[in-house]
């Protein structure tokens, strides 16, 4: 599959403050030189944890495509291995894709 980049949206929250569904506070990343082939939501969660995340303070991770601009339509949950292949995937198209972190405080 090859090599893609991941921007991590990480230390904030989704909300609807402002109208609709939007991802506010935090910090962003990119993690570059992703292998596609090895690419998991284990992997994810190895990268996570050189951020100073531990797996069990993470509930769920989101992911999109960078150029879908409706959060709410467009996010999906990152479980399970169609969903890594999905990702590789949009990543090949768009040169990255995004990851969202939702984390316990």
């Known amino acids: 599959m090859g090599y893609f980049k991941v921007k991590v949206y990480h230390g904030g929250w989704f909300t609807y403050k402002n109208g609709p569904l939007e991802y506010v506070g ?21 990268e996570l944890k050189q951020l ?37 995937r949009i990543a090949e198209l768009r040169d990255h894709v995004e990851l969202y972190v939702v984390h316990k405080v």
Do not use: Q
Not at 26 to 46: H, K, L, P, Q
Not at 57 to 83: C, G, H, Q, R, Y
């Open 26 to 46: 935090g910090e962003t990343m990119v993690i570059e030189e992703i292998d596609g082939d090895r690419w998991s939501v284990f992997e994810a969660y190895a």
């Open 52 to 88: 100073g995340y531990v797996e069990e303070n993470i509930p769920s991770l989101w992911f999109k495509d960078p150029v879908a601009e409706d959060m709410e339509k467009n996010l999906k949950l990152f479980k399970t291995d169609a969903d890594s292949i999905e990702m590789c």
